[in-house]
């Protein structure tokens, strides 16, 4: 497992932007992909987007598709989501997860991060 820490959280109004940034996001010889989840109060923590460790492929859940872009720099062991378009039904704490395989499964990742809180005025 590795420590995962995110930033870049924040409040924004509606239509705003922000960029999530996901540090010591380094591969293990345990890590396939690297996944974003939120969790909003009250609400089961839901899969948003992952990349693959190369970064070829993508996947994102249908509520963020087109506004949001998951990306990885390798070099810098940091992974990001750009998220455009933010409306207020995009609140929530937004974590960042390692996994052995290839999911949008929260239970298959095995490193998390504690958060980020991001925040959509409307």
């Known amino acids: 497992q590795v420590q995962l820490v995110e930033s870049g959280g924040g409040l924004v109004q509606t239509g705003g932007s922000l960029r999530l940034s996901c540090a010591n996001a380094g591969r293990t010889r345990s890590t396939y992909a690297m996944g974003w989840f939120r969790q909003a109060p009250g609400k089961e923590r839901e899969f948003v987007a992952r990349i693959s460790w190369s970064g070829g492929a993508t996947y994102y859940a249908d509520s963020v598709k087109g506004r949001f872009t998951i990306s990885r720099d390798n070099a810098k062991n940091t992974l990001y989501l750009q998220m455009n378009s933010l409306q207020p039904e995009d609140t929530a704490r937004y974590y960042c997860?390692?996994?052995?395989?290839?999911?949008?499964?929260?239970?298959?990742?095995?490193?998390w991060g504690q958060g980020t809180q991001v925040t959509v005025s409307s």
């Open positions: 997860a390692a996994a052995p395989v290839w999911s949008d499964v929260a239970g298959r990742y095995n490193s």
